[in-house]
């Protein structure tokens, strides 16, 4: 039953009342005229007391029933607005656990590149102490010919290619420290969207 339905029931039992309330008092006047019908009118009397009492005691139930209804409304709303924010910040917690797996698979290949840099920057130094270790002998020897330049000229090689891997692995050592910052901050997001979650939740219960 829908609120137009109660308050066209409501207003044909609020006729119907005042129809006999109106109706008590000719009868009521009629008893009292009339001789040898105290007993009856004192009857007639109190069932109408009774009958007043319970009209207002119906008037207050009426009255807590709306207002029960309003507390329920404001409740259904209550509990829709967290179940949306629930809905909402599960977006957002999925949303960020796909940031962490991406942030943690470049974190790894970051790693990886890292040890393969570190890989060749270690063979890129055993080379020029095998050329340093070439020259000191040749030039022990004396021969400064050809090899001995030859030698020189592929250990300065070695030297810029090892100041470039140096650079290279400098930059891959601080993405990679970047890469895990951000991990360690999606997260603690992701942490505090599933304590305002469970927040809510024990709301609503």
């Known amino acids: 039953m829908d609120d137009e339905e109660d308050f066209a029931v409501a207003l044909n039992i609020g006729s119907e009342t005042t129809e006999a309330e109106r109706e008590y008092g000719i009868v009521l006047e009629q008893l009292?005229?009339?001789e040898g019908m105290k007993f009856i009118t004192d009857v007639y009397t109190k069932l109408y007391d009774t009958y007043y009492k319970?009209?207002?005691e119906n008037a207050q139930h009426c009255e807590a029933k709306e207002g029960l209804k309003v507390k329920l409304s404001r409740f259904d709303d209550t509990v829709s607005d967290f179940m949306a924010e629930i809905s909402e910040?599960?977006?957002?917690?999925?949303?960020l656990q796909t940031e962490i797996k991406e942030a943690q698979a470049?974190?790894?290949a970051m790693h990886a590149r890292e040890l393969t840099s570190v890989e060749s920057l270690e063979t890129m130094k055993r080379q020029i102490v095998r050329l340093e270790k070439e020259l000191d002998a040749r030039k022990r020897a004396g021969e400064e010919d050809a090899?001995?330049?030859s030698a020189a000229k592929e250990k300065e090689k070695f030297e810029k290619?090892?100041?470039r891997l140096q650079g290279e692995l400098d930059?891959?050592?601080q993405r990679l420290a970047n890469s895990l910052h951000y991990v360690e901050e999606l997260e603690g997001k992701n942490h505090d969207k599933e304590i305002n979650i469970s927040k809510l939740e024990e709301?609503?219960?």
């Open 32 to 34: 009292r005229e009339s």
């Open 89 to 95: 910040n599960h977006k957002v917690i999925e949303k």
């Open 161 to 163: 290619e090892k100041a």
């Open 147 to 149: 090899g001995a330049t």
């Open 203 to 205: 709301q609503i219960e």
């Open 171 to 173: 930059a891959v050592k």
């Open 54 to 56: 319970l009209k207002e």
């Open 106 to 108: 470049l974190a790894d």
